[in-house]
């Protein structure tokens, strides 16, 4: 199974900037796709920024020309660029992988979440 660790989160002061990691683990056969979510207090989960095994890119639009996301194959870590930071953005942020095992089973891996903070 895969395993995901993310990192980065923290206190920043709106129109700043952060940058978010998920490092992976453990084997996939093959990776359908890669997502970042975050979910602030009292709000639903909400998908921020996918990147799939094609290399194609899709943001929500509260976030589109603010964040990327991006990928280190060499060093197995999924990233969120963000920049222009909001209030609003403020949430917990949490990486997603959907993959397929030797089984071919579909499995989603989930990390424990990094929390971003946007204020002044």
């Known amino acids: 199974q895969v395993q995901l660790v993310e990192s980065g989160g923290g206190l920043v002061q709106p129109g700043g900037s952060l940058g978010l990691s998920c490092a992976a683990s453990?084997?996939?056969?093959?990776?359908?796709?890669m997502r970042w979510y975050r979910q602030a207090p009292g709000k639903p989960r909400e998908l921020v920024a996918t990147?799939?095994?094609?290399?194609?890119?899709n943001y929500a639009d509260s976030v589109k020309g603010r964040f990327a996301i991006s990928r280190d194959n060499a060093k197995n870590t999924l990233y969120l660029q963000m920049n222009s930071l909001k209030p609003e953005d403020t949430a917990r942020y949490y990486c997603?992988?959907?993959?397929?095992?030797?089984?071919?089973?579909?499995?989603?891996?989930w990390g424990q979440g990094t929390q971003v903070t946007v204020s002044s």
């Open positions: 453990g084997r996939a056969f093959t990776i359908l796709v």
């Open positions: 990147l799939t095994g094609d290399s194609v890119t």
């Open positions: 997603n992988v959907a993959y397929k095992d030797a089984s071919t089973a579909t499995i989603n891996a």
